[in-house]
């Protein structure tokens, strides 16, 4: 968020704050010490919308670093579930085909930067 002194101000980040983490609007005016109203008037600000969707993104970006950090266990607890002759048949073929979904979303992340380094060259090229 901006600095201090800049037009986006304490109260505004504070309510950043509190609408990452309140059940609802009410909570977060009520945590952010601002009326329901004010909140909401905020919510419709464009510089208010742009540094809310900013904070969103980053907690969505942490919580898939902190997932993809847990690929290795799952896909141990997959391959263990799949070979195991005591699980239930069902129960094998929804890991096994876990699994495969993982290898067709590493393929895809790796089709994605390769896609993404030529369009970067393409657009250095013009």
Known sequence: MKGHGAKFGRKKETAIAALLTAKNYEEAARATGIGLKTLKRWLREPEFIEEFRRARWEVVEQAYARAQQSTGAATTVLQKVMVDSATPPSSRIRAALGLFGIAR??????????????EQNAELRR
Do not use: F, I, Q
């Open 105 to 118: 979303d590493a393929l895809n992340l790796d089709l994605d930067t390769r896609m993404a380094a030529l």
